[in-house]
């Protein structure tokens, strides 16, 4: 905002020595953009092999959704999880006198995070969204904040969800669902029919004038097994307490209209014995709170509200994101107060609410929205459902994954019977642990040569439904942040580092970079949570 105040105020030469005054570049040997776990993995690991770092985050908070609601932790298999990774969730563990907790509470997670940060000397800016790269050749040589800072650095790496920096960089990418043809998986594409989180009773989409009611698309659904943009819907994962000296009351949100739930009540009206884990996952955390995640046809999902997201500005996504809360705090005023509302679902839901301390700084509700899938890289490789089911190892593995194939639906239309009906939800799971290619984080490297990118990896839909879990995004971000090292070390292309000598650095680091690694991690730890 300065920079345009010089630019509006100042003229000549006075307006370039102004400029080049208040924003002279900061230099760090990797900046990170987006402080998600990943990326604050990234930045320890950085620091820890001797280099300097700073993390960038847009928004006020670190830590994405490890800290934003998702305390009920996927992990799959635990024995694949190592590093700065499991170190977090031990150090979580030592919180709650336990030898390991996969289960936390946000503010716990966060504070945990910046302790890490802070000791292994990570200089951390928050409220800094990314305006610009400058490049010469291939190469980044700077980045700037809407703020007018400027930072520079020999390596950089994109640990954000959305993936801006990889896109301003020019680095390909890819949003939406793959169709099967494109990589021969079986699973991808739009589905013949989704049979989980899918109506179980027919319901019409019409009113009686025959209009189509909230929460319901009028568009074309697409070809089975063909390509779309579509992407797989988000939500807030809510934690709530019943512990009434910590519970703040559902708040009412401006404009609500309870005709926006009618999907809801015609669902509810067919299932008058519904009970609660057939709308929510209610999982407990520690204190007294939850997580709260998406269950059955109708719940926390907002589906086919995230499709804009992916390429959407500052200003747009917090549109979305403002959607998505009002959705939310809706949902459960509907189901607290709505004469429609089963009695036993409506006494549950009253006797939890927002913690009075927990994201206190937004009213006990997530400032992080669940994005599970925004751009995707296309790198030097692409993970496929292939690379989870059968092509299990990599030369150049650089950490495993272990869980579902697991994709949300992505859409809800109007079947040819003119009912309602879901689509997209996929839940297959690998055919065991499988490793990821050091090549899934790096651009071609005929588009950009240092820049590393561990949560955008390259992937196809299907398959980054399994990656995108919180614990191998760490996973990926510490061997990221020991890569970038190596590049600066060998002053070569990110894409030509030793993978051989990064692989031995993080063995020694305790990654699980294998299946013998995980075999001697489930000895040391006692196998899954």
Known sequence: MRHQWFRRMAIGAFALFAASSVFA????????YGGTAGGAAAAIAACREGFTAVLIEPGAHIGGLTSGGLGRTDVGNSTVIGGISREFYVRLGKHYGEPISWRFEPSVAEG????????????????QRLESVTMEGKKITSISTQTGDVYEGPVFIDASYEGDLMAKAGVSYTVGREGRDQYGESLAGRAVHSPIH??????????????????????????VGGPDKMVQAYNLRL????????????????GYDPATYELLKRYLEKKPDIKIDELFIWS????????????????????????????ADYEQRESIYQDHLRYTQGLFYFLSTD?????????????????????????????????????RMIGAHVHTQHDCQENLTKTDSVGMGAYNMDSHNVQRFINKDGFVENEGDVEIGPRGPYEIAYRCLTPKEDECVNLIVPVCVSASHVAFGSIRMEPVFMVLGHSAGVAAGLAIKANKPVQEIDTEALMKRLREQGQVLSNDDAIQSGKAVGGNP
């Open 25 to 32: 570049a900061r230099q760090f040997d990797v900046v990170i």
């Open 112 to 127: 945990l995070l910046l302790e890490m940060l802070d000791e292994a000397k990570v200089e951390v800016i928050t409220g």
């Open 198 to 223: 899918q109506f179980d009773v027919n319901v019409s989409p019409y009113d009686e004038n025959g209009k189509v009611i909230p929460l319901v698309g009028t568009h074309d659904p697409g070809v």
């Open 239 to 254: 934690c709530f307490t019943n512990a009434a000296e910590n519970r703040l009351p559902y708040p009412k949100p401006e």
């Open 284 to 311: 407990m955390m520690p204190n007294h709170k939850t997580d709260i995640n998406n269950k059955g046809p109708i719940s926390t999902d907002y589906i086919g509200m995230s499709w804009d997201y992916p390429d």
């Open 339 to 375: 004469p429609s509302v089963p009695e036993q679902i409506q006494t549950w839901i009253r006797q939890w609410g927002p913690c009075k301390d927990e994201f206190t700084d937004n009213g006990g509700w997530p400032h992080q929205m669940y994005v599970r899938e925004a751009r």
